[in-house]
């Protein structure tokens, strides 16, 4: 009798701390991401790593810019130079070129050589033709498009697009008005419409349910405007991160503290970079799966930078978030070097 009370006891006693175990293992996205505890690798803005394993196993890369930061200005690509002409490359359709294909860290390093001090950039918005072989050298925005308060595309269909206005000030936006555009820093359409608005996801969202999980970047911002919110989530890698849906990229940019959100262009396209002053590069954040997503020119990027040289990230600062980001995501052979690689 009493070795059947020590065995019950003991029995007991492993089933709590297995179920402890469970749950510190199932981590799921948190009811609210604490940024004060996230590092600061540039004035204003701070980055946090994900890992998550409910619903489902994913690592995702989450950055928050304070848009008050004083000299913090947002630029993004613009016209290509051939703005206009019939794509080369792409005849058959007759649709005009507005920008030039190119890898996000090359459009944060080209920046850079040209004297901006550009510290973290961002690819944004889908392009056409996306054709077989899908190395068109040039793209043509499906929706309006500005850059520095020009117009890249006049394409006018209606779909959830990033607003930063010259006064800094970030928006979740439908549609454009035309006295806006000489006052906007930059206007990029999403991919498939707002994700998220008040804080819900939006019916679009709900409904995507777990269909087409893959790499996803989304926009979000808060509710006054103040604080934009970058997140990118790795997919279609099963030993790494499995993808994400709408949905997903709502509670996860919710927690982060926006109000309404975007999807932007995801796959292959998703990249986050930023500059490491250390090494003087750009370093990429998130990890695109060499086999299916593989890292490509983008037609549009979004970067920020400072007129301001004492706002350069310091290379202590540059070392801690290289390191840290390392250590959780050692190379795996046969895939794309992991945040240590220049595009």
């Known amino acids: 009798m009493g070795m059947r009370k020590t065995c019950g006891a003991a029995m007991a006693a492993f089933a709590c701390i297995l179920a402890v175990a469970t749950a510190a293992a199932a981590a799921a996205v948190p009811a609210r991401i604490d940024w004060r505890s996230a590092h600061e690798f540039a004035r204003g803005m701070r980055h946090v790593h994900l890992s998550l394993t409910v619903p489902r196993r994913m690592e995702a890369d989450l950055v928050r810019v304070d848009m008050r930061t004083p000299g913090l200005r947002v630029a993004g690509s613009g016209r290509s130079p051939e703005w ?39 690819n944004t918005s889908p392009w056409r033709p996306w054709t077989k072989p899908f190395t068109h050298k040039y793209g043509n925005m499906h929706n309006l498009t500005v850059s520095g308060g020009q ?28 006295m806006e555009i000489p006052r906007t820093s930059i206007a990029h359409p999403g991919l498939l419409g707002t994700i998220m608005r008040g804080g819900a996801p939006t019916e679009s969202a709900m409904l995507a349910g777990e269909k087409n999980l893959a790499p ?54 998703s990249t986050l970079v930023l500059w490491n002053a250390a090494e003087k590069r750009a370093e990429t954040l998130n990890r695109h799966d060499a086999a299916r997503s593989k890292y490509r020119p983008v037609a549009v990027s979004m970067g920020f930078y400072f007129d301001r040289p004492a706002a350069r990230p310091s290379a202590r600062s540059a070392r801690k978030a290289a390191g840290s980001v390392r250590r959780r995501a050692p190379a795996i052979p046969g895939a794309s070097p992991i945040r240590r690689t220049s595009p």
């Open 216 to 269: 996803r970047t989304a926009i979000g911002t808060s509710a006054d405007g103040r604080w934009l919110y970058i997140l990118v989530v790795d997919g279609r890698q099963p030993e790494w991160s499995l993808g994400a849906s709408m949905r997903d990229l709502a509670d996860i940019l919710k927690a982060a503290g926006a109000a309404d959100a975007v999807n932007m262009d995801g796959g292959g396209s």
């Open 84 to 122: 206009g002409k019939p794509m080369p490359d792409f005849r058959k359709s007759g649709i005009p070129i507005d920008v030039r294909r190119i890898k996000t860290g090359d459009f944060l390093a080209a920046h850079r050589r040209d004297g901006t001090n550009m510290v973290l950039a961002v």
């Open 151 to 178: 117009v890249v595309s006049h394409s006018r269909k209606r779909t959830g697009m990033i607003v930063v206005s010259d006064d800094n000030k970030a928006r979740v936006a439908d549609a454009l008005d035309d």
